[in-house]
């Protein structure tokens, strides 16, 4: 798309949202269906000694719609010409059939952790040295094996994620790539130096890659597995290994950071330090475009499975995460909110630094 689709003339791009629009519900479906089929192999149960949840369900209607709206959203801004979606690779269907067998596979293993006390940490008792690494780090997030630590785990997060929201994660964290879009708007992209800090396994660096094409795309994570990940899906982008508090750029040296579902994961001393290291590294005027969990401020219907989420998923950090004044944390770093945006379970917030 290069500068046109994000520049100042409006285009629209209805053969590409017809594409999306497709494109999401084959995934939407597919996800779906895995989602279905793994709960029936894995029977899930609540974990033992869980506390009653103290808040009414959420209704399924909310919930269908909140789903449909991440998918519609998406498709509008790629007519819009906001933002291109990374193209999928073929894909050897013996690989998908691969793919969802190791996943129910590792399901069985979830479950296991979920059940047993100290799941949680299990990772802690692995050989791999885990000195280099924050305490906080050193989990089993979502119970899911071997923690962020190996290959193994980077394969298969994008398709546990995926199983999770029936599909619908790539579209709600392209709410951050939507109001990025909208930010930067009419820059010359060869002079744009963006950072996706927590980058995971690369899954939305390769639509911010696809988006800003001539602009320089870094990912930063602390895992070396998950950006070997990150590597082999988007060669084109660069790779930096460092925690998100102390991040290896000079100061005012970044146009815009990224962030996507990591402050949840985050406990509340070190959510502060990153903020502050998001201000240090950006220009005077550069964005932030942030994702996470919606609060159960934001959607008090959802108010339920925001509640149950930590404790099915090893979420030690959520709670407070859901206390969190988001607008003022970042105000207090020098960040200042300029837009907002949300589908189904995410948020999306623009901060900008002052000029």
Request: a neutral charge.
């Amino acid at each position: 798309m290069g500068e046109l689709g994000i520049g100042g003339r409006r285009r629209a791009f209805a053969g590409e949202a017809r594409v999306q629009r497709l494109r999401g519900a084959a995934q939407a479906a597919f996800w779906t269906t895995a989602a279905f089929a793994g709960r029936a192999i894995v029977r899930p149960t609540d974990r033992e000694g869980s506390p009653d949840p103290s808040t009414e369900p959420a209704p399924a209607r909310a919930l269908g719609i909140g789903w449909r709206e991440a998918f519609d959203k998406d498709a509008k801004d790629v007519a819009a010409g906001l933002y291109v979606v990374a193209d999928s690779a073929a894909v050897d269907p013996r690989a998908i059939l691969r793919q969802l067998d190791d996943l129910y596979a590792d399901g069985r293993q979830v479950e296991a952790r979920r059940q047993r006390r100290g799941g949680g940490v299990e990772v802690r008792a692995a050989e791999t040295d885990l000195a280099s690494y924050p305490v906080y780090y050193r989990q089993n997030f979502h119970f899911q094996s071997d923690g962020w630590l190996t290959q193994e785990s980077a394969r298969r997060y994008e398709g546990q994620v995926e199983a999770l929201f029936a599909g619908a994660a790539a579209p709600m964290r392209r709410r951050a790539l939507s109001l990025l879009a909208k930010a930067l708007r009419g820059r010359d992209q060869r002079q744009l130096r963006i950072a996706d800090i927590a980058c995971g396994s690369g899954a939305f660096i390769a639509d911010l890659a696809a988006t800003f094409p001539r602009a320089q795309v870094l990912g930063v994570d602390l895992s070396a597995a998950y950006l070997a990940e990150t590597a082999r899906r988007t060669p084109e982008a660069g790779v930096v290994q460092a925690p998100a508090e102390q991040l290896p750029f000079a100061d005012s040296s970044l146009d815009a950071i990224t962030c996507i579902y990591l402050f949840h994961e985050l406990p509340p001393k070190v959510r502060t330090a990153v903020a502050a290291e998001f201000a240090r590294v950006l220009k005077p005027g550069g964005v932030v475009a942030f994702a996470d969990s919606i609060q159960a401020s934001d959607a008090p219907q959802f108010a339920r499975p925001l509640e149950r989420f930590p404790v099915n998923f090893h979420e030690p950090f959520y709670d407070s995460y859901q206390a969190t004044d988001l607008p003022a944390l970042f105000a207090q770093a020098g960040l200042v909110e300029a837009g907002a945006d949300a589908a189904f379970l995410t948020k999306a917030l623009l901060l900008r630094k002052s000029a």
